[in-house]
């Protein structure tokens, strides 16, 4: 990860939406308990997707690329200890919903919250049972990249 990313903040990010990664995690639960089937929630993470903000072409480069996804994810972390912002992006819609829920949770927080923060939302709301195995590589694999960032900064 390139030092100016976490020096230089860009100031454009919707996150946190709650004053709390626990209030988010809840927030999220609420939302997904209102669909009922898998079909509905897809639709819903797929409009979630569409909301993340807009990310520069130019952070679209290897350095940024995120390894382990079958998808093309691209993140770039910035900040310090007191407070982490990730800007994630990817060429597919599911994945794109996926890394809005864990920019809700995460991006906007402390080291130390996010450390002390498990992602209980993705057991919570089914998404631990309904994601294709390289999905769910490929969410772990964003999760550990916020987590590592996270305790480098700690």
Known sequence: MAANQLENPVTDTPFPLEPTAAEAQAAIREEFAFFGDWSERYQYLIDLGRK??????????????????????????????????????????????????????????????????????????????????????????LLAFIRDTAQAQA
Request: hydrophobic share 40%.
């Open 52 to 141: 993340l903000p807009p990310f520069p072409e130019e952070w679209k480069t290897e350095e940024h690329r995120l390894h382990g996804c079958q998808s093309m994810v691209w993140i770039v972390p910035q900040g310090n200890r007191q407070r982490l912002d990730f800007h994630a992006t990817s060429d597919s819609a599911i994945v794109s919903g996926l890394i809005f829920l864990a920019l809700r949770v995460y991006s906007g927080r402390s080291a130390e919250e996010i450390l002390a923060t498990d992602p209980s939302y993705i057991a919570d709301i089914g998404l631990a049972r309904h994601l294709s195995p390289t999905r769910s590589n490929g969410l772990a694999s």
